[in-house]
């Protein structure tokens, strides 16, 4: 599986960009970037988005993309995830006041720029080659992290997480697990805010990496670091000395 990192930050500054990421060219999972990252052909490769929860970092590129995406004689392209953020992206985003339905508006060829996809908690959905399965994890709005399987090889994305269990859980279960991405918003001084925000520090990471009872000999790739404290959080991260751990990087491909 090919992971190509459109943008692991939890915020946007010169250089930063909002969590996305592109599975094998044509799964995007989450979609804080899209349009400042890839050209148009690239663009018209995604066929499918899966969208962890409504946070803006997550789903901020969406109506952007829409307008990129309108001239293209292909069917719709499906926004997978759990039923209140398909809600959320329908009532706050693509109402007709904030940006028009895309959901609605017909391009030429007469299908809808985009169509919204329910996947329901712990249930698998096959898309487009992948199999994906959203697991609830804790953050302040309802949030699915994601067991996706391709090829035989799993990959683990928590999402956006304070303390959980049960995506640790399916880390354990997942069959030929090849890497997790999961959280670190915070440096550890900042503990008190990364809790009551659902969020991870450093050394809440730690813990919550202990829940994995399978030898960690796969990449924990970490994301979602706050701009601001991007430098700090490197440094904390490095003094785990939790081997196979690394900071992504926008712009550079993985290879699982
Ligand atoms: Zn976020
Ligand atoms: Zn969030």
Redesign the pocket.
């Given at each position: 599986m090919k992971i190509r990192v459109l943008g692991p930050y939890?915020g946007d500054m010169p250089g930063c960009f909002?969590?996305a990421f592109l599975l094998n060219d044509r799964l995007l999972m989450d979609a804080?970037t899209i349009g400042q990252v890839l050209d148009l052909k690239d663009q018209l490769g995604i066929r499918d988005v899966l969208i962890s929860?409504s946070?803006l970092?997550?789903c901020n590129a969406l109506p952007f993309f829409a307008v990129n995406i309108f001239s293209n004689d292909a069917p719709p392209v499906n926004i997978w995830a759990l039923q209140p953020t398909l809600d959320s992206i329908q009532n706050h985003i693509l109402n007709n006041q904030v940006w028009p339905d895309f959901t609605k508006i017909k391009k030429l060829n007469g299908t809808p720029v985009f169509e919204l996809r329910r996947m329901l908690e712990k249930e698998e959905t096959r898309i487009n080659g992948f199999q994906v399965i959203p697991v609830r994890v804790n953050h302040p709005v309802v949030t699915s992290g994601f067991v996706v399987t391709e090829g035989g090889k799993s990959l683990v994305y928590t999402?956006?997480t304070g303390i959980t269990e049960e995506i640790w859980e399916a880390a354990n279960d997942a069959p030929n697990l090849r890497g997790i991405i999961t959280?670190v918003?915070y440096p550890n001084k900042m503990q008190k805010l990364a809790e009551t925000s659902g969020h991870l520090t450093p050394a809440e990471l730690k813990k919550e990496l202990a829940k994995i009872r399978r030898k960690l000999d796969i990449p924990i790739f970490i994301y979602?670091m706050k701009p601001e404290y991007d430098a700090e959080i490197r440094k904390e991260i490095k003094d785990l000395r939790v081997p196979n751990i690394e900071l992504l990087k926008t712009g550079k491909t993985y290879e699982l």
């Amino acid at each position: 599986m090919k992971i190509r990192v459109l943008g692991p930050y939890g915020g946007d500054m010169p250089g930063c960009f909002m969590t996305a990421f592109l599975l094998n060219d044509r799964l995007l999972m989450d979609a804080g970037t899209i349009g400042q990252v890839l050209d148009l052909k690239d663009q018209l490769g995604i066929r499918d988005v899966l969208i962890s929860h409504s946070h803006l970092d997550h789903c901020n590129a969406l109506p952007f993309f829409a307008v990129n995406i309108f001239s293209n004689d292909a069917p719709p392209v499906n926004i997978w995830a759990l039923q209140p953020t398909l809600d959320s992206i329908q009532n706050h985003i693509l109402n007709n006041q904030v940006w028009p339905d895309f959901t609605k508006i017909k391009k030429l060829n007469g299908t809808p720029v985009f169509e919204l996809r329910r996947m329901l908690e712990k249930e698998e959905t096959r898309i487009n080659g992948f199999q994906v399965i959203p697991v609830r994890v804790n953050h302040p709005v309802v949030t699915s992290g994601f067991v996706v399987t391709e090829g035989g090889k799993s990959l683990v994305y928590t999402a956006d997480t304070g303390i959980t269990e049960e995506i640790w859980e399916a880390a354990n279960d997942a069959p030929n697990l090849r890497g997790i991405i999961t959280e670190v918003s915070y440096p550890n001084k900042m503990q008190k805010l990364a809790e009551t925000s659902g969020h991870l520090t450093p050394a809440e990471l730690k813990k919550e990496l202990a829940k994995i009872r399978r030898k960690l000999d796969i990449p924990i790739f970490i994301y979602h670091m706050k701009p601001e404290y991007d430098a700090e959080i490197r440094k904390e991260i490095k003094d785990l000395r939790v081997p196979n751990i690394e900071l992504l990087k926008t712009g550079k491909t993985y290879e699982l």
